[in-house]
Every structure is written in structure tokens, then in C-alpha cells.
């Protein structure tokens, strides 16, 4: 009976993968036959696109040829070019897919052949399926797990988060959609999509949203009013010295927009499932067998966490992004040590969403349509000194939370579920 169903499943794994891979081959012919109109396009009109544009269709077309790689059988022993050639298709397929629909977004628009609302309704519904091809075939057999990491980090949240906004460029639709797909809202279906079809190839078990039933209630209690308590001191100082509360609680009431609250759930979710989640997950298996695993996977959780940050550079100064990683890769550390000790990603979600919702309503940096302001301000010496001072506090507070015998016993435990 056990060789019945071990027989029945290797038959319909074998079904799904042919069908994964003509929804490849179809989706990268049409790639192609995109590009080629563009390129030919070019030659009849050469203002219809830009310098930019005309690289990225050569570039496109090389690329999108040597997708058709993924089409062969993998061999029980991948040689090392097809292993390089996992990481090349990741990151290929990750591009060239939105830079081809923003060509024909572009051209559609230019003629006037559909109204664009509607085609980015297409768009944002059609981006929850395009990436399964690139998942199931090169970013699934990527073996290394620091390579998973990367290509995860920078490259899939990177592309996947926005790539409705990134197709339509600066066009402008429906604002409901548009703030939708500027924020990031649209892009969470399509990053649990790709994580949840890679967690069975990585061997990670499911996510945990409740408490541990292995950790102390008195202890996981104190742990929530600790970041209870870091929101309040956040929120604080922008009340403060306030003559009216009320009218003050009205004027930043009004300033609350979808942009905003998108940006804040997008952060909480999306971060929160990937950095703590997936990352911490990948980080337990690469450091399984050593004595200081979870010193070290607090360690590198919070400075990938902080590098993240580097994307911001395009949006602030360097030294504004060097200030923010500093310290948001430290308090990264104790979000870490708060999810191994709790093992509940529903905890640093809310978390996460209530710290970005109040750092956005109070302090700007999203517009109404959930676009990135840009900001020239530059940290003063006293930030840099109250910078240094929180890594210090914030690094005290992570070794404190995982420092104990029986708190690490609780960690290994959950560690054990991840």
C-alpha cells in the first residue's frame, strides 16, 4: 500500500512539473514575441523609447533566450554550471518578466488599446501566478542556504513586492489600485506564493502564530509589554508639550491614508514572513551543529534585517541610511530573540505594522498614493551618539531575553518546529 501512494505521488509530481514547465515555455515565448515587437517598434519610431528602455530590450532578449535552459531534466547530480545556472534564472526571471510587461504596458498605453485601470487590475491579478515557474524550477533547487537567503532577500522581495507599480512606471489609474500596488499590498499574496512552494525543497515546517506552549506565559508577557512599551516611547515624543491632545489626535487622524496604512501591513507581513520566518528558519539549518546556533542566528538575523535598509539609499542620504541600518539592525536583534523565545510570527507582525504605521503617520515618508518621499536630511552628531547608545541598549536587551539556560531550552525547542 506504501508503494501504491509513494507510485501515486511521484506520478502527479511529475504531472505538475510538466505543467509547471509549459506555463514556462508559453510564458517565455511571450516574452519574447514582446520584446522582438519592441525592438522592431524601435526601428520604425526611435523616440518611442528612451536609452534605458532600448538597453533593457537587448539585455531582455539575451536573457529571456537562455530561460528555455530551465526546460531539460535535471540529472540526480546537477553538474555546477546548471547549480550557477539556478542563481542566473532566479534573478533573470525576476527582471526580464516585469521589464517585458512594462514594455507592453507602455505600448498599449501609447496606442491607447486599453484603458489602464483595467490593465493593471490584469496585471496585479496575473503577477500571483507568473513567478511559479521561476520558483518551482530554479529558485527551489538552489541548494546553499546562504545563497537562499540572498537570492530572497535582494533579489525575489526586491523585484516580487512591487512589480505591479514597477509595469506601470509613473502612470497614473485607479487611486484605490494604485496606492494597492504602490505600498507593497499586492506583492504579499505573490512573496507567501513563492515561499510556500519553496518551504517543502528548504525542509521548513510551517509557520507558528500563537504562543509557544514550551516558553514561560509570565516571561512571553513581559516580552509583549516590552514592545508594547517601544511603540509608546516612539509615539511619545510627537504628543508631547501637546496644549490640546484631542485636536492634535484629530490632526494626525486626517493625515491617514491607504498609502500609508498599506506600507505599514506590507512591512509587518512581508518582513515579518520572510526575515523572521523563512531567514531564521535557513539560519537555524546552516548553523544546526553549533554550540553558539543561537547567539548566532539573533547575530545575522538583525544585520540582514539592518542591510535590508540599503534600498532606502534612493530615498534618503547615504549617512541617513547608514544611521537607519544601524539601528534597525540592532532592534533587529531583539525581534529575533523575541521570536525564538515566543515562536509567534503573529506577535512581531503586529508589532512590526504598529511600529511602521506610527514612524509613517508621524514623521512622513508616504505620500497618498504610498510612494517613498524623498528625504535630504542628514543625522546630526547627537543622533549618531544616541544611535550608538540604543545598539548598546537594544543588544543588552536581546542577550538578556535568550541568556538563560531555560530560555534557551525553550528556543531549542521551538527551533526544532522551524
Known amino acids: 500500500m506504501k508503494n501504491i ?56 532578449l539575451i536573457l529571456t533566450c537562455l530561460q ?14 546548471q547549480l550557477v545556472n539556478h542563481y542566473v534564472e532566479t534573478i533573470a526571471i525576476c527582471c526580464t518578466l516585469p521589464i517585458s510587461l512594462a514594455l507592453l ?44 537567503i540572498l537570492l530572497l532577500i535582494f533579489v525575489v522581495y526586491g523585484q516580487v513586492m512591487w512589480t505591479a507599480s514597477f509595469i506601470a512606471g509613473h502612470l497614473r489609474y485607479n487611486k484605490v489600485l494604485l496606492q494597492i500596488n504602490n505600498s507593497g499590498l499586492s506583492g504579499i499574496p505573490i512573496l507567501i506564493i513563492i515561499t510556500a512552494l519553496v518551504m517543502p525543497s528548504w525542509k521548513i515546517q ?79 539549518q546552516i548553523f544546526q551543529s553549533n554550540k553558539y546556533r543561537i547567539y548566532l542566528i539573533v547575530l545575522f538575523d538583525g544585520l540582514i534585517f539592518g542591510s535590508w535598509h540599503l534600498t532606502n539609499i534612493g530615498h534618503q542620504t547615504p549617512l541617513a541610511t547608514l544611521h537607519q541600518i544601524l539601528e534597525i539592525g540592532s532592534w533587529g536583534f531583539v525581534i529575533a530573540a523575541v521570536y525564538l523565545y515566543t515562536h509567534s510570527l503573529l506577535l512581531t507582525m503586529t508589532y512590526h505594522g504598529l511600529y511602521d504605521f506610527i514612524i509613517f503617520l508621524f514623521q512622513g515618508g508616504i505620500n497618498t498614493y504610498g510612494d517613498s518621499i524623498t528625504s535630504a536630511v542628514q543625522p546630526t552628531m547627537g543622533d549618531w551618539q544616541a544611535v550608538f547608545f540604543r545598539v548598546a541598549i537594544y543588544t543588552a536587551i536581546a542577550l538578556l531575553i535568550i541568556y538563560s539556560k531555560r530560555r534557551q531550552n525553550v528556543i531549542a525547542q521551538n527551533l526544532a518546529q522551524m
Not at 511529475?14 to 526601428?43: D, G, P, Y
Not at 535535471?74 to 553538474?79: G, I, R
Not at 507602455?106 to 520558483?135: G, R, S
Not at 509589554?225 to 516612539?234: R, S, Y
Open 5 to 60: 501512494n509513494q507510485d501515486a505521488g511521484t506520478i502527479k509530481t511529475l504531472k505538475s512539473n510538466r505543467t509547471i514547465k509549459i506555463f514556462h515555455l508559453a510564458q517565455t515565448v511571450v516574452q519574447l514575441l514582446i520584446l522582438l515587437l519592441c525592438a522592431t517598434l524601435n526601428f520604425v519610431d526611435k523616440n518611442l523609447f528612451n536609452q534605458t528602455q532600448k538597453i533593457a530590450i537587448i539585455l531582455s
Open 105 to 148: 504596458t507602455k505600448l498599449l498605453n501609447q496606442y491607447h488599446l486599453i484603458n489602464v485601470t483595467f490593465l493593471m487590475l490584469l496585471v496585479t491579478c496575473y503577477a500571483f501566478v507568473m513567478y511559479i515557474p521561476m520558483t518551482k524550477l530554479a529558485l527551489c533547487r538552489v541548494s546553499n542556504n546562504w545563497g537562499r
Open 206 to 284: 510551517k509557520p507558528h502564530f500563537v504562543y509557544s506552549r514550551n516558553d514561560s506565559i509570565l516571561f512571553s508577557s513581559l516580552v509583549t509589554l516590552l514592545l508594547a512599551g517601544h511603540l509608546l516611547l516612539i509615539a511619545m515624543p510627537h504628543l508631547d508639550n501637546v496644549v490640546n491632545i484631542a485636536d492634535t489626535l484629530n490632526y494626525y487622524f486626517d493625515q491617514i491614508n491607504l498609502g500609508i496604512i498599506g506600507s505599514a501591513v506590507e512591512a509587518g507581513i512581508a518582513e515579518e514572513w520572510l526575515v523572521r520566518f523563512i531567514v531564521i528558519a535557513l539560519l537555524a
Open 68 to 81: 528555455f535552459s530551465l526546460l531539460q531534466n535535471e540529472s540526480e547530480k546537477p553538474k555546477r554550471w
